[in-house]
């Protein structure tokens, strides 16, 4: 698990492999480090100097010949860091590339758990309020944890509000969302219950499927339509449900 995790952070696998190696032996000669991964040293001295290069491991002069041993691993977090400053540094121009090709109008699709996120990242981009037709706390499926923390961050810092008409049973089996995301809210009588949601937010209308209480299906799709006349539309409807729900909500 942990050589994985660190391929995710842009080491190679064998990168990995000396690094992971040098926490259990400590200093260590190459011919040491090969045997204790399994490596050819011949690898292992091509893969010094990369290590080094990413400050990730250090050189100890021994007269028997030079030791090598690992930096704390509270290091790692300054790959994380350097990633970030990196595509920081490119943004602005891929958002201009972006938005030189986006069209006011579309209609797209997202699908999965990553496409969730895309759906997530898209109400931060836009900013503005979110009116939810249908909720079921999809955002609190287990999965999403990390990724919601740090949305919910960024949207209140957006100043970000949402209006919430959730169905029934959120009322009772999952009472916590109400307390997390705050007022207003109010909820459909319970016959009318779907695994589809619809959010409308700026000009986007996202209509979903594969839904249940607080889980998101790993077949989820999202159709995604951009329309600002459209998206106005959803809002009208929306309000002529939230003033129906009035007399169910507490």
């Not at 690898?43 to 030079?66: A, H, R």
């Not at 920081?88 to 699908?111: D, G, H, M």
């Not at 539309?233 to 169910?248: I, K, L, N, P, S």
Request: with cysteine; hydrophobic share 40%; net charge neutral.
């Amino acid at each position: 698990m942990y050589r994985e995790i660190l391929e995710d952070l842009g080491l190679s696998p064998n990168e990995a492999k000396v690094y992971l190696g040098l926490l259990e032996l400590g200093p260590a000669s190459v011919p040491d480090i090969s045997l204790k991964i399994g490596v050819h040293k011949r690898n292992i001295y091509d893969l010094i100097p990369k290590l080094l290069k990413k400050g990730l491991i250090y050189q100890i002069s021994d007269p028997k010949g030079n030791l090598f041993a690992p930096v704390e691993p509270s290091k790692l977090s300054d790959l994380i860091w350097e990633q970030e400053t990196k595509l920081n540094s490119i943004l602005p121009a891929l958002n201009q590339e972006f938005n030189r090709i986006n069209t006011a109008e579309e209609v797209f699709i997202y699908k999965g758990i990553e496409g969730f996120k895309n759906y997530l990242r898209d109400i931060l981009e836009v900013g503005e309020d979110v009116y939810f037709i249908g909720a079921k706390g999809g955002w609190f499926d287990p999965e999403l944890q990390t990724f919601i923390k740090k949305f919910l961050k960024q949207a209140e810092e957006k100043k970000i509000r949402y209006r919430h008409i959730f169905d029934a049973e959120v009322k009772t089996l999952a009472p916590e969302l109400l307390k997390t995301l705050g007022r207003p809210y109010r909820f459909f009588p319970p016959r009318y219950s779907t695994n589809g949601a619809i959010d409308i937010f700026g000009d986007h209308v996202v209509t979903f499927s594969g839904l249940t209480l607080k889980n998101i299906t790993d077949d989820i799709t999202l159709i995604v339509m951009v329309n600002k006349e459209l998206a106005n539309c959803y809002r009208t409807w929306f309000r002529f449900m939230w003033d129906q729900c009035a007399a169910v909500s507490t």
